[in-house]
């Protein structure tokens, strides 16, 4: 079973930048698709970016141009940069994993790690 983990979250000022990292205590394949989401209070959860395994990536049209997904198979990590943040951004942000980046429905995807707080003012 692999657990995967989430950091990097904090509170900026509208504008600003965050970088989360989540990474995974056992093994994932390489040639999985691994993804971010995000669950604002009172909202369901939604897909924000996700990158297969050949490197091609999909994005959320909120945050497209302002958020960047990548990972690190070699440190079994996956990263989300995010610039020119917006109130509208705040939410507990996850990561998870399915096989491949064919829907980015929540459903269909396991592994999630417990989240990552990010509040933009």
């Known amino acids: 079973h692999v657990q995967l983990v989430e950091s990097g979250g904090g509170s900026v000022q509208a504008g600003g930048s965050l970088n989360l990292s989540c990474t995974a205590s056992?093994?994932?394949?390489?040639?999985?698709?691994v993804a971010w989401f995000r669950q604002a209070p009172g909202k369901e959860r939604g897909g924000v970016a996700a990158i297969n395994d050949d490197g091609r990536t999909s994005y959320a049209d909120s945050v497209k141009d302002r958020f960047t997904i990548s990972k690190d198979n070699a440190k079994n990590a996956l990263y989300l940069q995010m610039n020119s943040l917006k109130a509208e951004d705040t939410a507990m942000y996850y990561c998870?994993?399915?096989?491949?980046?064919?829907?980015?429905?929540?459903?269909?995807?396991?592994?999630w790690g417990q989240g990552t707080q990010v509040t933009v003012s």
């Open positions: 056992g093994y994932i394949d390489s040639s999985y698709c």
């Open positions: 998870a994993t399915r096989r491949y980046c064919t829907t980015m429905a929540p459903d269909a995807f396991g592994n």
